[in-house]
């Protein structure tokens, strides 16, 4: 079993930056992949990035160049860099960690971008 717990979210302005942080802990395998999705309400969730334990990353192109993602295996940490936020970023925000065939999923708290 997995557990992620997240940070960073919260209220910024459009055109302002945030930083999300999630940690893992558990039973977690040394090669998996990291990443954020987000369910705006009436939509589907969706993803927006990921990182994989070598350091690839893959953004949706809704967020491609304004958003960076990185990790720190040492910590089991995900981050997630915004910037440029709009009012359509406003969402819960999930992390995620998938591993051997598995999905494990964070709280999701909101992110809102105001106008």
């Known amino acids: 079993q997995v557990q992620l717990v997240e940070s960073g979210g919260g209220l910024v302005q459009a055109g302002g930056s945030l930083r999300l942080s999630c940690a893992a802990s558990g039973s977690i395998s040394s090669i998996n992949d990291m990443g954020w999705y987000r369910q705006a309400p009436g939509n589907q969730r969706e993803f927006v990035a990921g990182v994989t334990s070598s350091g690839t990353t893959i953004f949706d192109a809704s967020v491609k160049g304004r958003c960076t993602i990185s990790r720190d295996n040492a910590k089991n940490t995900v981050y997630l860099q915004m910037n440029s936020l709009k009012p359509e970023d406003t969402a819960v925000y999930y992390c995620?960690?998938?591993?051997?065939?598995?999905?494990?999923w964070g709280q999701g708290p909101p992110v809102t971008v105001s106008s």
């Open positions: 995620n960690l998938s591993q051997m065939g598995s999905d494990s």
